[in-house]
């Protein structure tokens, strides 16, 4: 279980502490938006977060803002702020449209420009990515993933390719519309296939690779997106 009392002590603390704690926070509701402990389309009740958090109303209204800025929740007139809806289904076309135009490019451009230090690196990260089964490490799985795609998007030597990927926050939406650890060692074994293709310097296969591993992504989650 997560440790949910926050210090939170005094109130004129030096800016990079209370920048610390807001982040916390907003890592805190992120996780449980993200495995669905407070549901797509929902009320998020500010002094309920107070209360479970131990914290006072700033930092809270701080990570809502930032979570706002991120797509995850919105804020609305005469209710405040409310989780956002899971995609429906024409976003979730076109976010997996998009993500087949710019990440198997990616991954091609990445066989042949990737550092080895950054392949190794990208190697170990996979490795390391979490397979546990409960609501929280599949939140952390989603971070992992996001990591994953974002370093290989990187590796391709183009800042814009990347930026695009970034800005598609294509792990917040994706990893809310069904929490399923099967997704997770799935996904694993599809990133081991990549990994290789990058490993081997060979362009075809890292591209085929990611070409496959988001049609496979998008036909487990498709069953799951809105009308
Ligand atoms: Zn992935």
Redesign the pocket.
């Known amino acids: 279980m997560v440790n949910r009392d926050l210090d939170e002590s005094s109130a004129d603390k030096p800016r990079i502490k209370r920048q610390a704690l807001v982040e916390e926070v907003y890592n805190l509701i992120r996780a449980d938006i993200l495995s669905l402990r407070i549901p797509p389309d929902t009320r998020i009740l500010v002094d309920d977060l107070v209360r479970e958090l131990g914290v006072s109303q700033t930092p809270v209204r701080e990570a809502l803002s930032m979570l706002e800025g991120v797509g995850l929740v919105s804020k609305k007139h005469f209710i405040g702020y409310c989780t956002s809806p899971t995609l429906n289904r024409k976003q979730f076309d076109e976010l997996y449209e998009m993500r087949l135009l710019i990440e198997p490019y990616a991954a091609r451009c990445a066989a042949s420009r990737m550092s080895r230090d950054d392949l190794e690196a990208l190697s170990a990260h996979a490795g390391g990515m979490e397979q546990g089964h409960t609501r929280a490490s599949y939140a952390r799985f989603a971070d992992h993933?996001s990591e994953?795609?974002a370093r290989l998007a990187d590796g391709s030597g183009n800042i814009l390719v990347a930026e695009a990927l970034r800005r598609l926050h294509t792990h917040m939406h994706i990893f809310r519309l069904h929490f399923h650890s099967q997704i997770v060692s799935e996904?694993a074994s599809?990133?081991d296939r990549l990994i290789k293709a990058l490993e081997k310097r060979d362009p075809d296969g890292a591209e085929a690779a990611m070409q496959d591993?988001i049609k496979k992504?998008y036909y487990r989650l498709a069953p799951f997106a809105g009308n």
């Open positions: 993933d994953f795609h996904a599809e990133h591993h992504s």
